[in-house]
């Protein structure tokens, strides 16, 4: 007998008595971790299988089978206890190393897609078998993906459509989803998607639109995504709007002052940016004056006191414009405004004022003072006035000789205001005086000796 026919020849049979009993149920369980498996291209791929195993069973057999219409079903290998029979078509394919029931595919191929079906055979006091199937599927990792954009150039909104198209050039049952701005875009009234997701088209195209695009590729093993693209979309101009680098803005009125230059702006949301025609208006006339995105208008050339303006955008590819109107009015510079800057100035004045008052008043004051010094000395060197002269003056009463004054008092208490005694040392000076409650003092005045004798010094 020809030993590569033989095993093959029984491995024949024992398939052909698979496919009758199957669908055959029993006690034993086969499990499988999921009844598809993805596998990749290229890369070994195991189908696990576990079934539980009883001490007392006697013999245990594993068959494996391929189904892959239209071709016939096919019996890969078989296994009984640790023996293990191969398809010799199949031998460097597929492994398995029983008692244990996964197989092992060594190099996936996209031909290994198919059905694949395990029986189990445990021999015992009764023989249990069980089958379970797996489909298995091959899959090629995408690239990463390129999306073409027509038009490439740019689009018009309200008036132009866009068209992107996402292909990955390798990869199998690659599904497509389209992203703005990193989320994933829904069907919308303006959004389309092909069939298979891969073209994607925006009907009319709006200012809204733009953003960045990328499409996702993936399928079940992989996944990548495109670069970004950012469509070019043509709008506006919107919001006109002028503005000047001086004067005061109320609505659409610009009060400047005579002699002033005043930079206008037009700005306004448009792409490409817009043109703008700087327009003068008459009573029954229009003057373009100016054409660019601004104008410098020098008032005391202008001539008028109130003018009236129109600026005009214009956006070359949207075909759109937009105007806009404004008032110029020119203020001379008038005496109300002079009286203003005076009155402004009015407060500073009068600080320097009170200031220049307070320090004239302290240099009076000091003048006056060394004024009043000079002279007491100079009474002092007088001869030396009766004492009865002291008693004349009136202490509390404000006199202009502070120097006089000079000493130490002594306040002495009589017990007889009735009979008032005085005496009058050399550099002493004392008079009585009378309080509320009728007590008599005596108030002494002490001169020291030094300062008595400095004038004579
Ligand atoms: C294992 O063996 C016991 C008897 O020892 C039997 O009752 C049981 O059904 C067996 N189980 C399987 C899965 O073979
Ligand atoms: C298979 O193994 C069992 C024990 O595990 C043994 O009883 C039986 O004889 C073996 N069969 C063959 C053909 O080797
Ligand atoms: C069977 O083989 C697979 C793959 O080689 C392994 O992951 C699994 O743990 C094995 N099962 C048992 C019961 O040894
Ligand atoms: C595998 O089986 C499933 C049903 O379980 C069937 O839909 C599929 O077409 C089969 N695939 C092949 C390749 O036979
Ligand atoms: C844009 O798409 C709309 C609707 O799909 C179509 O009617 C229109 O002709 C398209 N415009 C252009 C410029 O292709
Ligand atoms: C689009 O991408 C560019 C550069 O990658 C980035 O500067 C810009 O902010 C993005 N726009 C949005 C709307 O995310
Ligand atoms: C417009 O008309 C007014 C009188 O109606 C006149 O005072 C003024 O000068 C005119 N302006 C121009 C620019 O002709
Ligand atoms: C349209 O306007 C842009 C920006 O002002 C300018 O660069 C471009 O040359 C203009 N194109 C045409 C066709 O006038
Ligand atoms: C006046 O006399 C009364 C009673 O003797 C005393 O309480 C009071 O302090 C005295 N007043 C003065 C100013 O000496």
Not at 67 to 91: G, K, M, V, W
Not at 134 to 155: A, F, L, M, R
Not at 386 to 414: K, M, Q
Request: hydrophobic share 35%; proline share 7%; net charge negative.
């Amino acid at each position: 007998m020809d030993p590569r026919s033989g095993p093959n020849s029984s491995l024949k049979s024992i398939c052909i008595s698979l496919l009758l009993v199957f669908g055959t149920s029993s006690a034993l369980k086969l499990t499988a971790p999921s009844p598809t498996i993805h596998g990749i291209k290229g890369q070994p791929l195991t189908l696990p299988i576990h079934y539980d195993a009883n001490a007392s069973s006697s013999g245990v057999q594993i068959i494996w089978l391929l189904e892959r219409p239209p071709a016939p079903p096919a019996c890969l290998l078989t296994s009984y206890n640790h023996t293990l029979i191969s398809d010799l078509e199949f031998q460097h394919k597929f492994t398995m190393n029983p008692p244990n029931a996964s197989l092992l595919i060594n190099s996936l191929h996209t031909s290994d897609e198919g059905n694949y079906t395990v029986k189990v055979n445990i021999q015992g006091e009764t023989t249990m078998s069980a089958t379970q199937k797996i489909q298995v599927t091959v899959h090629v990792p995408v690239s990463q993906p390129i999306i073409e954009s027509e038009p490439s150039y740019g689009t018009v909104e309200n008036v132009g459509n866009l068209t992107f198209k996402c292909h990955a050039m390798e990869g199998t049952r690659v599904q497509y989803l389209w992203l703005k701005n990193g989320s994933p875009l829904q069907q919308s009234s303006s959004y389309s998607f092909s069939k298979d997701n891969s073209i994607f088209t925006i009907a009319p195209v709006m200012k809204k639109d733009i953003g960045n695009y990328s499409c996702l590729a993936s399928n079940y093993v992989s996944e990548m995504e495109s670069e970004n693209i950012t469509p070019i979309i043509y709008y506006g101009p919107y919001g006109l709007r002028v503005i000047s680098d001086k004067g005061l803005k109320v609505g659409e009125v610009f009060t400047i002052a005579n002699g002033e230059a005043v930079r206008f702006d037009c700005s306004a949301d448009s792409n490409p940016p817009n043109t703008c025609a700087w327009i003068q208006r008459g009573n029954n006339s229009m003057e373009i004056i100016n054409y660019g995105t601004h104008f410098k208008l020098l008032s005391e050339k202008v001539g008028q006191k109130t003018v009236d303006y129109l600026c005009r955008a214009y956006n070359n590819i949207t075909g759109k414009g937009e105007e806009t109107q404004f008032t110029v009015i020119i203020t001379p510079i008038d005496q109300e405004k002079l009286s203003q800057i005076t009155s402004s100035l009015s407060p500073l004045a009068a600080i320097t004022g009170v200031s220049l008052f307070v320090i004239l008043s302290i240099c009076f004051i000091f003048v006056w003072k060394k004024y009043q010094l000079h002279r007491a000395i100079q009474w002092k060197l007088q001869p030396r006035r009766p004492s009865t002269e002291y008693r004349r003056t009136p202490i509390y009463s404000g006199h202009e000789d502070a120097i006089n004054d000079f000493g130490i008092y002594e306040f002495v208490s009589l017990p007889d205001s009735a009979a008032p005694h005085r005496v009058i040392t050399p550099g002493t000076n004392s008079l009585q005086i009378q309080d509320v409650n009728g007590t008599v003092y005596e108030v002494i005045q002490f001169v020291p000796e030094q300062m008595q004798n400095d004038p004579q010094s």
